[in-house]
């Protein structure tokens, strides 16, 4: 049984910083393609950050809105997959979601398993 356990969301200021964390189990996941989302009161879904199943570096894609703030990164021998924000801004704040899909890569909403999602608040 697939399951993603997100955690780490909470309520900071301006500024401040937060370390998802997606807990991952029930598939191989160093053959996985992970990716995390966001969606905001009132908004769609998007994508903000990718990461291909290797989890090195140069295998990742960002939002325009948050790159060079957010680092997404996957630790295939604990099968954890993590996400960095830096410099959080009140238009971050939304429930933050990862999902995993064995053959889809990028932004797109199409992966095939999701988790529950985490919250997000950030205050002026």
């Known amino acids: 049984q697939v399951q993603l356990v997100e955690s780490g969301g909470d309520s900071v200021q301006t500024g401040g910083s937060l370390r998802l964390s997606c807990a991952a189990s029930g598939f191989p996941f160093s053959r996985y393609y992970m990716a995390w989302f966001r969606q905001a009161p009132g908004k769609e879904r998007e994508g903000i950050a990718s990461?291909?199943?290797?989890?090195?570096?140069?295998?990742?894609l960002y939002r325009t809105s948050v790159l060079g703030r957010f680092t997404i990164s996957k630790d295939n021998a604990n099968n954890i997959l993590y996400l960095q924000m830096n410099s959080l801004q009140p238009n971050d704040t939304g429930v933050y979601y990862c999902a995993a899909d064995r053959t889809a890569y990028g932004l797109h909403n199409s992966y095939a398993y999701w988790g529950q999602g985490t919250q997000v608040t950030v205050s002026s």
């Open positions: 990461i291909d199943r290797t989890g090195t570096d140069v295998a990742t």
